[in-house]
């Protein structure tokens, strides 16, 4: 079995907490290979190398770019999120285009 293919991109997830959406974008190393849930899987590159699950918003990974590429340009910035032992974390950073 071949090792699954890994992209280097920005992509979001969308976040459901106490009746509010955020949108959540990654700048992450994801993988093509599905989890048994239907979810990508996505390493965060930065600030930290844990794993996260990543929902996918798009059939195929060339719309999902596409949608991204749309939105970066309105949003301006990036939040990065990780997990820690219990809750999400956000950190802001300036956006990388």
Request: proline share 3%; hydrophobic share 35%; with cysteine.
């Amino acid at each position: 079995m071949s090792q699954p293919t890994l992209y280097q991109d920005v992509y979001f997830l969308i976040l459901e907490e106490e009746g509010y959406e955020y949108l959540i974008c990654l700048h992450a190393n994801l993988t093509r290979q599905r989890s048994s849930a239907g979810c990508y899987i996505a390493h965060v590159v930065e600030p930290t190398s844990n794993e996260v699950i990543f929902f996918d918003c798009a059939d195929e990974l060339s719309k999902l770019r596409q949608q991204l590429d749309e939105m970066l340009e309105r949003v301006g910035q990036l939040v990065f999120c990780y997990r820690d032992c219990s809750c999400f974390q956000f950190e802001w950073y300036p956006s990388l285009n």
